[in-house]
């Protein structure tokens, strides 16, 4: 805590600048900036969808600058969720259940009813996402509506359909799946055609394991794996490798994936060699804690619970021995139709795995943001970054709850998207537990 405050000196020395038009001061009773930095009545000036410079006190707040008073807030950069699904949407319609529900509704509702995802995601605190698979390109069109600001929610890096291998009986006359792909010719093919259509990043299902599936069976040879690496490595792009079992994961990393998902039971030289190569874990220990909590949604019964409640403990026990290995971790809720809102809750996984509240930030700030290769633009409050900012009611260093349940306020790119400031019920005198 004490190193944290140094920075507070070089924070409040930045001058405050003449007020344009288009100038916000936003005051916080206090600031973790993602660098390691806090600042003690913090105020961030915003220029346009960009920060300009966060100073301290009333000195620091620009004349004729429009005022937001958040104080006693604590403000942190905006969340990273590196693994969505936001597309997944879910009606609730008596009688159905989401998976089956799943692709039924047609492209265009999907991705207009899909913005409650997206809102939902912002309410979590998350400003960007990395979607990780989707079908008929419903994740470029939201990314692009919502880049051009017709609809409302997080920054989106997409990656189309997430390639994998055949996985049922032949049709006659039937085409195959967009991402099916079989031998590195078609592995080729189907990771450029993802690139041709827009998508940022590859996405590969590189074992088996989804929804109530919790097999780790690796499909993807590492030659096919390989292949994908280097099609999307080719082109600038980087690529996540999806694997429940350590298999699927060890040729991943060997192959040069940039990410790996879900992973459990790693061994020990693949845990090395990612720690090595700077290949980011991803464990979504709370996607299948998720599901176990909503299992009369799905309809999942009392032992496809015990098999999810066995792979979660499964999973923390590869997130606690990555940590000692010096593994990246990065945070990925692997948010499906009801999760979202709920996207930060892997950070309590991550601290109950071993992290420090300051760590499960950084996972879910600079590290996301790094492997977002957007290092100088997200994941921390500086001069030049976006202004993503969230306020949040207690103190994130001592209560990762704080960034989990106590989201109140959140600006994206210098537009105020959520703000539960007014309904907030008065402050208790001591820290609620
Ligand atoms: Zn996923």
């Known amino acids: 805590m004490r190193a944290l405050l140094s920075a507070v000196l070089l924070a409040a020395l930045a001058a405050p600048g003449t007020a344009a038009q288009d100038t916000t001061a936003v005051r916080f009773g206090r600031l973790i900036d993602g660098r390691g930095g806090v600042v003690q009545d913090a105020v961030v000036v915003v220029h346009g969808e960009r920060i300009d410079h966060v100073g301290s006190g009333d000195k620091a707040v620009p004349a004729g600058a429009k005022l937001i008073d958040l104080r006693p807030l604590t403000a942190i950069p905006g969340l990273v969720d590196v693994h969505t699904h936001m597309t997944f949407y879910w009606d609730r319609s008596p009688g159905t259940r989401p998976w089956a529900q799943l692709g039924t ?17 912002l309410e979590a605190g998350v400003t960007t996402v990395r979607d990780l698979g989707s079908w008929e390109y419903t994740d470029i069109a939201m990314r ?27 049709r006659a006359g039937a085409a195959p799946e967009p991402g099916q792909c079989d031998g590195v010719a078609e592995v080729q093919r189907v ?42 490595h080719r082109a600038g792009k980087r690529i996540s490798i999806h694997s429940y079992g350590p298999d699927g994961a060890r040729d991943a990393v060997r192959a040069g994936a940039d990410s790996v998902e879900h992973a459990t039971d790693m061994d020990d030289e693949t845990l090395a060699e990612m720690a090595r190569r700077g ?32 792979y979660v403990q499964r999973n923390l026990a590869t997130v606690r021995r990555a940590l000692r290995a010096k593994v990246k971790i990065a945070m990925g809720s692997d948010a499906v139709f009801t999760g979202f809102g709920e996207n930060a809750r892997e950070l309590e996984r991550l601290v109950e795995a071993g992290m420090t509240p300051a760590q499960a930030l950084a996972s879910a700030t600079t590290t996301g943001a790094a492997l977002l290769n957007q290092g100088d633009s997200l994941g921390a409050l500086a001069p030049g970054y976006y202004a993503d900012l969230v306020a949040v009611d207690g103190d ?31 402050r208790p005198a001591a820290p609620s537990p």
């Open 105 to 121: 509704l047609g492209a265009a509702v999907t991705v207009f009813l899909a913005q409650e995802n997206a809102r939902k995601t």
């Open 144 to 170: 692009d509506l919502i880049h051009r600001g017709a609809m409302i929610g997080p920054r989106m890096f997409v990656a189309g359909y997430g390639l994998h291998i055949s996985n049922a009986p032949p």
């Open 191 to 232: 990771a450029r055609q993802q690139l041709g259509a827009g998508a940022d990043w590859i996405k590969m299902y590189g074992s088996t394991g989804s929804d109530q599936d919790v097999t780790g069976f690796q499909t993807f040879s590492f030659e096919e794996m390989k292949a994908a690496v280097d099609v999307a």
């Open 279 to 310: 290949t980011v874990y991803v464990p979504t220990v709370e996607h299948n804690r998720y599901y176990i909590a909503h299992r009369e949604e799905f309809g999942y019964d009392d032992q496809v619970v015990q098999r999810l409640e066995a």
């Open 396 to 426: 994130p260093l001592a209560d990762v709850q704080a960034v989990t349940r106590r989201v109140v306020w959140v600006m994206k790119g210098g537009a105020v998207v959520v703000d539960h400031s007014a309904a907030r019920p008065a």
